[in-house]
């Protein structure tokens, strides 16, 4: 695995910024950006320079710890006042992956628990607290990955959604984890690797990804899916995930329903992947999953040497949507693969 797909997202060596590798230029560029300013976090995660639930989950948390580095030299009302300001600026960046409001509730729930410690005191402690989140992330792919590899056999063919690959995480990633260590002990798979309209992130990502590390994949609009499971080339569908509802409920890229859908039709396993801190179970159902939209600019122009539709026609982007728990064969954790029914296999993880 080349070596920056593991340390794309980091803390400064001054400790007081965050250096992302800018993922809107792969694949033609491996360019990293220097993040100091609140707004720039902000904006690198809400214009997916920085982008997947796990990966947005450590970059926030490391963002905060950045930023209560640069102001440890507040008076401590100051700076827990500042504190809780910058986490609902970073907070606000996307609203569906769970893990940004994971990461930055958790370095809160600590800021507060030390009570009338310096800020200085709080801001070391916050850093330990996004490494360790960033530490755990690295187990927690490894964990899924020999979790979901017992879901494969040498040769199988797997269609993809989206990018849940190393650059969405820490390492190995969730959907891609299993395929990638698999591959790393010699096994053979097929990936179909869905582009991912309008952001492109299977192909620029996902297609990217396999290739540098060796795995046989084939890139396909999203609507050549059912082509692929109708001449029986996949044996199972691995997809990540944004937000689990407490029902099983799962929101992830825009499209991964409709994969679902066609997986029924066809009688191929339908598998979500992802850790723990991305399954919310203050959400019922997927009705409660809130839904970024986003620049309707992103299906009319972006990535075409001209507008391919009408200046002003009306778009309709969605960046999420949910997939009913009725279709999901099993949620793979890093605590092991759960299976319906999931309002008592998914509490069962918190027990
Ligand atoms: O908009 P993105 O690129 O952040 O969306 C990413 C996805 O939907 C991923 O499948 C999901 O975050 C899981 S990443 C392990």
Same mark, same amino acid.
């Given at each position: 695995?080349? &070596?920056? /797909? =593991?340390? #794309? ?14 993922? *809107? !230029? @792969? ?101 330990? &607290?996004? /490494? =360790?989140? #960033? ?14 590899? *017992? !879901? @494969? ?122 850790? *723990? ?75």
């Amino acid at each position: 695995m080349p &070596e920056y /797909l =593991s340390g #794309h997202v980091h803390l400064g060596d001054d400790l007081t910024s965050v250096v992302i590798l800018d993922q *809107t !230029l @792969l694949p033609s560029r491996a360019e990293y950006l220097t993040l100091r300013a609140p707004e720039e976090m902000a904006e690198a995660i809400r214009l997916l320079r920085v982008r997947g639930a796990p990966a947005i989950g450590i970059c926030a948390g490391y963002c905060l710890a950045a930023l209560a580095e640069q102001r440890k030299a507040l008076p401590p009302d100051q700076f827990r006042v500042e504190l809780h300001r910058l986490a609902q600026c970073l907070g606000s960046a996307r609203p569906t992956a769970v893990n940004l409001s994971w990461a930055l509730n958790r370095l809160g729930l600590l800021a507060h628990a030390m009570g009338a410690a310096s800020p200085a005191q709080i801001a070391a402690a916050l850093r330990e &607290e996004a /490494l =360790s989140i #960033h530490r755990e992330d690295i187990a927690m792919c490894r964990a899924i990955s020999e979790h979901g590899l *017992t !879901l @494969l056999k040498d040769g199988d063919g797997v269609l993809t959604h989206c990018n849940a690959g190393p650059l969405a995480t820490s390492q190995y990633g969730t959907a891609l984890g299993p395929i990638l260590l698999g591959h790393e002990r010699g096994m053979n798979f097929r990936v179909f690797a869905d582009e991912t309209r309008p952001l492109l992130q299977g192909a620029r990502l996902t297609a990217y990804e396999l290739d540098q590390a060796g795995v046989d994949v084939t890139l396909i609009c999203d609507n050549m899916a059912s082509m692929v499971m109708k001449n029986g080339w996949v044996s199972a569908c691995f997809v990540g995930c944004d937000r689990v509802a407490a029902n099983g409920d799962t929101a992830n890229k825009i499209g991964t329903s409709g994969v679902a859908i066609l997986a029924r039709h066809y009688g191929i396993p339908f598998y979500v992947l992802g850790p *723990t801190s991305t399954i919310d179970l203050g959400c019922p159902t997927g009705d409660d999953i809130p839904i970024e939209l986003r620049d309707p600019e992103e299906i009319r122009s972006k990535f075409y040497a001209q507008p391919m539709a009408p200046a002003g026609v009306k778009c309709y982007n969605p960046a999420f949507d949910v997939t009913d728990h009725s279709l999901i064969s099993g949620i793979v954790t890093e605590k092991g693969i759960c299976r319906p029914p999931y309002r008592q296999s998914l509490a069962a993880l918190f027990q």
